[in-house]
């Protein structure tokens, strides 16, 4: 049982460059978000989608794009990549029981 | 709109001594109150949460959480930790029960 898959694990892009971060789940959830994690900052909610087709903000959407095209999928873009956008990001989803299920996380280095 | 204090953020503790790991919250609606764990290098994995009922929650690995409204606490406790406790612990608060707002955590070291 997959769970909740994100590509890639690592990634460096250098300032001004645009990237994907892909998100996969296998349990056929309606809810799935994103969070972008710093430290001392905890986990910042950047979108959140409630099913296939709707997205929407959350704290910190600014210089990412979301989109619901299936249930399975949440692919988060980036682009113009910026030195602040340099974090460990983590896609998460659920079934609205009260937990969410996380992806192990895709650390991304903006130079 | 909702935010959660985790007033510690880092606490060590020798092996087999209680913890309290404490967290506060701040909403003018009512909410459901979660506790997650991260151990190193990998997502994070939900403890225990309180969305109604009894104000005593007891999660995985022998934790337990007291919803205090008039407080707004949700402080987590362990009466005997264990090496493999060593993580960090998140508090996280939400109107619904999926759009969370986190707090900063709070690493717990286990010292032999």
């Known amino acids: 049982n997959a769970g909740v898959t994100q590509t890639p694990k690592f990634q460096v892009l250098k300032t001004g460059q645009s990237m994907t971060l892909q998100c996969a789940q296998d349990?056929?959830?309606?809810?799935m978000s994103w969070y972008r994690q710093d430290p001392g900052m905890g986990l910042r909610l950047i979108h959140y989608?409630?099913?296939?087709?709707?997205?929407d903000q959350g704290e910190v959407p600014n210089g990412y794009n979301v989109s619901r095209s299936t249930t399975e999928d949440f692919p988060l873009r980036l682009l113009l990549a910026a030195p602040s956008q340099t974090s460990v990001y983590f896609c998460?989803?659920?079934?609205?029981?009260?937990?969410?299920?996380f992806g192990e996380g895709s650390r991304l280095t903006v130079l | 709109a909702q935010s959660v204090t985790q007033l510690d953020s880092q606490v060590p503790v020798f092996e087999e001594a209680p913890v309290e790991l404490r967290c506060n919250y701040s909403?003018?609606?009512?909410?459901?109150l979660f506790w997650y764990v991260q151990y190193p290098n990998q997502g994070l994995q939900l403890l225990l949460k309180?969305?109604?009922?009894?104000?005593l929650v007891k999660g995985i690995n022998g934790f337990e959480a007291e919803f205090n409204k008039s407080q707004t606490s949700f402080h987590l406790r362990k009466p005997s930790v264990h090496i493999s406790d060593t993580a960090e612990y998140f508090c996280?608060?939400?109107?619904?029960?999926?759009?969370?707002?986190f707090g900063t955590g709070t690493r717990l070291q286990v010292f032999p």
């Open positions: 998460a989803s659920s079934s609205y029981t009260g937990e969410l299920f």
């Open positions: 909403s003018s609606v009512s909410v459901y």
């Open positions: 349990m056929n959830h309606e809810y």
């Open positions: 989608s409630v099913g296939a087709g709707i997205t």
């Open positions: 309180y969305l109604s009922g009894s104000t």
């Open positions: 996280a608060v939400s109107p619904n029960t999926d759009k969370l707002i």
